[in-house]
């Protein structure tokens, strides 16, 4: 019950894969922090977590349910970078270098969730911040957020990545 059951056919594409797109912006520098908001099943945190073994991620979700299957599949995969967080988002007292996460509210409504948990020096291309997954037509709700938009059509040829896009909002910008 962690995904939706019409995708099970679908999980590499809908989840494994969307959940790398961010790794077609950026490579995570070694002991980069990185807090995975609302990981749900575990995306996009644990096919990241594989990706950059040595880069410190933080699985976040506050139903237990979700956090115990998500520390069983770290267990299974023998993943010593990962960190589970039973707790709501706003809850957590740690800062990061990057937040990610996959559509959990609308983006002003999760900015207000992470504001003031960022590291202040970055170590990346990019200043840290919020690398957000989203799909749809997101003119609106971004309307007065400065923020970037990056295409993940651009990365995969998949239609099921017509309408998905990293959001990438600076932490100065919260």
């Known amino acids: 019950n962690l995904i939706s059951r019409k995708d099970n056919s679908q999980l590499y594409l809908r989840h494994v894969l969307h959940s790398l797109s961010i790794a077609k912006l950026i490579k995570f520098k070694i002991d980069s922090d990185i807090l995975d908001v609302g990981t749900g ?20 979700d506050s139903i237990k349910k979700k956090i115990s299957v998500v520390k069983d599949i770290s267990k299974s995969l023998n993943l010593s970078n990962i960190n589970i967080i039973h707790s709501r988002a706003e809850d957590i007292d740690k800062k990061f270098d990057f937040i ?49 938009s990056y295409p993940i059509i651009n990365y995969f040829e998949e239609s099921f990545f017509e309408t998905k896009q990293i959001i990438y909002v600076s932490y100065r910008y919260l």
């Open 41 to 60: 099943g575990g995306f996009p945190g644990l096919p990241l977590a594989i990706l950059f073994p040595k880069v410190n991620f933080y699985l976040n």
């Open 100 to 148: 990610v996460s996959r559509a959990v509210t609308n983006m002003s409504g999760f900015m207000k969730l992470v504001k003031n948990k960022f590291h202040e020096e970055s170590k990346h291309e990019i200043e840290n911040g919020i690398l957000y997954l989203k799909g749809g037509d997101l003119r609106k709700e971004l309307r007065n957020i400065n923020h970037k």
